[in-house]
């Protein structure tokens, strides 16, 4: 069993920086990556960015590459989403999510453990 607990989440101008937290705790070292996810009001969950456990890659959705950074603290045992230059498009509650093995990490499905994620607005 992994807990997954996001802090950080809140209003932001256009053009401002939020920094989300995502805290794992449990059974935590057989973690094949964690990945961060967001959904808007009616639209359905989408991929953000992931950061695996072995060797620490990671990817980018495409609206965010460039703006956004995924990290983390192995001393803490979390993973950060440094966001910047933040549009009104990134406004949704982004998620975080550990997944294991050789999971195809866009896909939210193959994610086992949620956390129960934090509102991010972005005003114009």
């Known amino acids: 069993q992994v807990q997954l607990v996001e802090s950080g989440g809140g209003t932001v101008q256009a053009g401002g920086s939020l920094r989300l937290s995502c805290a794992v705790s449990?059974?935590?070292?057989?973690?094949?990556?964690i990945g961060w996810f967001r959904q808007a009001p009616g639209k359905e969950r989408e991929f953000v960015a992931v950061?695996?456990?072995?060797?620490?890659?990671?990817l980018y959705a495409d609206p965010v590459k460039g703006r956004f950074t995924i990290y983390r603290d192995n001393a803490k045992n979390t993973v950060y989403l440094q966001m910047n230059t933040l549009k009104p498009d990134d406004t949704a509650v982004y998620y975080c999510?550990?997944?294991?093995?050789?999971?195809?990490?866009?896909?939210?499905?193959?994610?086992?453990?949620w956390g129960q994620g934090t509102q991010v607005t972005v005003s114009s």
């Open positions: 449990g059974r935590a070292f057989s973690v094949s990556a």
């Open positions: 999510a550990a997944g294991y093995g050789g999971l195809v990490v866009r896909i939210a499905g193959n994610y086992d453990y």
């Open positions: 950061i695996r456990g072995s060797g620490g890659s990671t």
